[in-house]
């Protein structure tokens, strides 16, 4: 069975600060890093781009609008020539909504191998599977990767979003819950192969329910051992 990726999300009150968080989540055993520029105070984009430029590779980037969630108030175009800038360095994946795709040229988020990733998320409730099953065949006709988040309200949302995986290639969705009630999610798209999972470092949490690195390391060995209740 192919290893889910653990991806460490951080941010940082400066790009000095988001650097540190990086180099310390790949210390400590994550397999990727999603870099929240949206949720950083980012002065000099060129000096970004040097201090990241060892880890770049390993990284996610992901420059999120208010309006689906993030932090950055910046036009379309604004956030796509940073993030060009950085796929252009070589970086692993950029993640970007798939409803800034519907209207923007992304060709160039895949130079220098870079890999897309289409988001899309709902954080106030889990719609039915059929909805999301729409989604997330949207997202993979724009990305190399979809990723559809919800909100949990009770943990049956988290069959919902698991039933996907029963209809879409697992090695390129990446599908769960956000929320308390929504960690076992995390758990369901391991055991049924999504390429990437989740995780917060330490207390640095970037969503509502995200479990620590460290404890999802240990829940992905439980289930790659296939271990009773995972």
Same mark, same amino acid.
């Given at each position: 069975?192919?290893?889910? =990726? +653990?991806?460490?999300?951080?941010?940082?009150?400066?790009?000095?600060?988001?650097?540190?968080?990086?180099?310390?989540?790949?210390?400590?055993? !994550? #397999?990727?890093?999603?870099?929240? +520029?949206?949720?950083?105070?980012?002065?000099?984009?060129?000096? +970004?781009?040097?201090?990241?430029? &060892?880890? %770049?590779?390993?990284?996610?980037?992901? =420059?999120?609008?208010?309006?689906?969630?993030?932090?950055?108030?910046?036009?379309?175009?604004?956030?796509?020539?940073? +993030?060009?800038?950085?796929?252009?360095?070589?970086?692993?994946?950029?993640?970007?909504?798939?409803?800034?795709?519907?209207?923007? #040229?992304?060709?160039?988020?895949?130079?220098?191998?870079?890999?897309?990733?289409?988001?899309?998320?709902?954080?106030?409730?889990? &719609?039915?599977?059929?909805?999301?099953?729409?989604?997330?065949?949207?997202?993979? *006709?724009?990305?190399?990767?979809?990723?559809?988040?919800?909100? /949990?309200?009770? *943990?049956? #949302?988290?069959?919902?979003?698991?039933?996907?995986?029963?209809?879409?290639? &697992?090695?390129?969705?990446?599908?769960?819950?956000?929320?308390?009630?929504?960690?076992?999610?995390? %758990?369901?798209?391991? /055991?049924?192969? !999504?390429?990437? !999972?989740? !995780?917060?470092?330490?207390?640095?949490?970037?969503? &509502?329910?995200?479990?620590? =690195?460290?404890?999802?390391?240990?829940? *992905?060995?439980?289930?790659?051992?296939?271990?009773?209740?995972?």
């Amino acid at each position: 069975m192919r290893k889910t =990726l +653990l991806c460490v999300s951080v941010y940082g009150s400066d790009e000095r600060e988001l650097v540190e968080r990086v180099s310390k989540a790949l210390e400590r055993g !994550a #397999d990727l890093v999603e870099t929240r +520029l949206d949720l950083t105070n980012i002065s000099d984009t060129v000096r +970004l781009r040097g201090l990241l430029k &060892p880890y %770049i590779e390993r990284l996610v980037i992901t =420059l999120r609008p208010v309006d689906e969630g993030g932090g950055s108030r910046l036009s379309d175009g604004e956030r796509m020539a940073i +993030l060009e800038s950085l796929a252009v360095e070589g970086a692993g994946f950029v993640d970007l909504e798939v409803k800034t795709l519907r209207a923007v #040229d992304a060709s160039g988020l895949r130079r220098g191998g870079c890999k897309l990733i289409a988001s899309w998320h709902s954080f106030e409730e889990t &719609p039915e599977t059929d909805m999301l099953a729409k989604v997330a065949e949207e997202c993979l *006709r724009y990305g190399d990767v979809a990723k559809v988040v919800t909100y /949990a309200r009770r *943990r049956e #949302d988290c069959l919902k979003v698991a039933e996907l995986y029963t209809s879409f290639d &697992p090695a390129r969705l990446v599908a769960f819950c956000m929320g308390e009630a929504g960690w076992g999610s995390r %758990i369901l798209s391991i /055991a049924a192969g !999504a390429p990437i !999972a989740y !995780a917060s470092l330490d207390d640095v949490k970037t969503a &509502p329910g995200q479990l620590s =690195l460290e404890l999802m390391k240990a829940l *992905r060995d439980r289930v790659a051992a296939g271990a009773p209740g995972c």
